[in-house]
């Protein structure tokens, strides 16, 4: 989570990007983010298979984003760090 946490900068820009082709600014964006047990990112997938795949510019511009990073090694095999982004209401 760390490692995601130093790029979300880049990662919000990509579910910013995927809301404006969708049309829908507002549009709460959820992927799972894969990690295998040596800390190498395995892919960036949706969270529920059965609404169908997770478009493609929004998996590939996340891919790039955590591209390389230094993720930790697991003892407990793959890791899937679910990651949501939505919009915050603040109150006055």
Request: net charge negative; glycine share 8%; hydrophobic share 35%.
């Amino acid at each position: 989570q760390e490692q995601i946490d130093t790029h979300m900068k880049m990662l919000w820009k990509c579910a910013g990007d995927y809301r404006t082709k969708k049309g829908d600014p507002h549009k709460a964006v959820v992927v799972d983010i894969g990690i295998d047990q040596e800390g190498t990112l395995l892919g960036v997938a949706t969270p529920n298979p059965k609404q169908g795949e997770l478009d493609p510019a929004l998996r590939d511009c996340m891919m790039a984003a955590l591209h390389g990073l230094p993720f930790p090694r697991s003892h407990a095999g793959i890791i899937t760090v679910r990651q949501t982004f939505t919009d915050v209401s603040v109150a006055p």
